[in-house]
């Protein structure tokens, strides 16, 4: 998710400021500023936050599929990969609590609707109104939104879960290669 976000979501964000004949310099810098908002609504929202962690998923999917409908497929993919051990992380704690695996599997389920509902709430309320600042702004926005979700939830409760650290950094190396190996493939 971090790669994804800092690396192919901020990048399309910058490429669409720049294809609205913004210069180089302010295309990053709208960029950049657009980016640290999201990461600010998600700081003011960490409640929220928490509870709809995958809505920016959605939202970005969905952007990225309206742009360029090779970006949204290779995000889909990328995103997909990281829904399947997120799925499990919400199913374990559910199934070991109440013992009921239907139960395990509506939560998880419900988790992951975010993202669907993210993606039919941006294009009811955007689909008319896309321009390359707007791809841009949402794009950054996103990134900045998943980065924050990572590193304030994310990563700190599979810390809270391995407290010698025996496989997470290694976990997020290796995802981080799968995610940045992902576009490459779909090139070959």
Do not use: Q
Not at 31 to 38: H, M, P
Not at 40 to 60: D, K, R, S, Y
């Amino acid at each position: 998710m971090m790669y994804v976000s800092l690396v192919e979501i901020f990048g399309e964000a910058e490429a669409h400021f720049n294809e609205a004949r913004f210069s180089t310099a302010k295309a990053y810098l709208y960029t950049t500023l657009s980016f640290f908002a999201g990461v600010l609504i998600m700081v003011l929202n960490t409640v929220l936050a928490i509870g709809i962690h995958n809505f920016p998923e959605g939202l970005a999917t969905f952007v990225a599929t309206l742009s360029d409908p090779s970006v949204g497929a290779v995000l889909a993919i990328a995103i997909a990969l990281h829904n399947i051990p997120e799925g499990l992380c919400v199913a374990m704690p559910v199934y070991h609590a109440t013992g009921h695996r239907w139960k395990a599997f509506s939560w998880a389920l419900l988790s992951g609707m975010a993202e669907p509902f993210a993606a039919l709430l941006g294009w009811a309320s955007l689909a008319d109104h896309f321009s390359h600042s707007v791809y841009g702004v949402m794009f950054s926005f996103v990134a900045g939104m998943m980065v924050v979700s990572a590193v304030r939830e994310l990563i700190p409760t599979a810390h809270h879960y391995d407290p010698t650290d025996t496989v997470v950094t290694y976990s997020f190396m290796v995802r981080t290669a799968v995610m940045a190996l992902s576009p490459v493939l779909f090139i070959i």
